[in-house]
Structure formats: structure tokens, C-alpha cells
């Protein structure tokens, strides 16, 4: 059985409500990423991306979906973009300022990065 890597898009929006929980937030962050991208990766695989099961994959599922002449595809890759620079700060930066609203946008974007994927 597999993972269903949506699930940790509910535990990002459950570590989101400890708003005075930097690390909480920063989870959150990191999670919501997770989500969406092995979510978009997967369907990315499904459709015949070869993937090299290292880090560089999070690059070619990006690219994958922003060389997509469809819209929401798009859109997916601009999220998922978006969505690995903030895991990034939130994982390895000793101070960020606004977490919160970084923790907010990442959410909001994971949340439409699942439901574009419904759309395939």
C-alpha cells in the first residue's frame, strides 16, 4: 500500500492553528511542500516522467509542469516553485521573518496544487 502524500497536507493545516509555535509553522511550511510536490510528482510519473530518485527530481517535476502548454499545469509548476524556496527558508534559516504569512501562502498553494492535479 502506499503513502497518500495528501495526508500531509492535514497535518500541515493542523500545525498551522499553533500560530505561536515558530516551529509549528515552519512544519507546517515544510509539510504543505511535501504534499504537493510527491503528489505532483507522482502524477508527473504516471504520465511517463522519468525521474532519477534524487534530488534533481524536484527540479524536473517543476520544469515538467511549467513547460506544459496548459494553463493550470502551469500553474502547478509556479506553485511548487514557490512552494520548495519557502520549505527551504523555513528548513534551513535561523530567522524568518513572517512565518505566519509564509506558512498561510504555502498552504493556500499546496491546497491548489491538489486540486489542479484532480483536474489531470
Not at 495526508?7 to 500541515?12: G, S
Not at 505532483?40 to 515538467?64: C, I, Q
Amino acid at each position: 500500500m502506499s503513502f497518500n502524500w495528501s495526508e500531509y497536507l492535514h497535518l500541515a493545516d493542523a500545525l498551522s492553528l499553533q500560530k505561536e509555535t515558530e516551529s509549528c509553522l515552519r512544519s507546517a511550511i515544510s509539510r504543505a511542500y511535501y504534499a504537493a510536490f510527491c503528489e505532483a510528482r507522482n502524477y508527473a510519473r504516471n504520465e511517463g516522467l522519468k525521474l532519477s530518485e534524487s534530488a534533481l527530481d524536484h527540479d524536473a517535476v517543476t520544469n515538467y509542469y511549467e513547460a506544459s502548454p496548459v494553463g493550470f499545469r502551469k500553474k502547478i509548476g509556479a506553485d511548487l516553485r514557490r512552494l520548495r524556496v519557502f520549505r527551504n527558508r523555513a528548513d534551513y534559516d535561523d530567522a524568518m521573518v513572517r512565518v505566519d504569512a509564509f506558512c498561510d501562502a504555502s498552504l493556500k498553494q499546496a491546497h491548489e496544487v491538489l486540486n489542479y492535479l484532480k483536474k489531470i
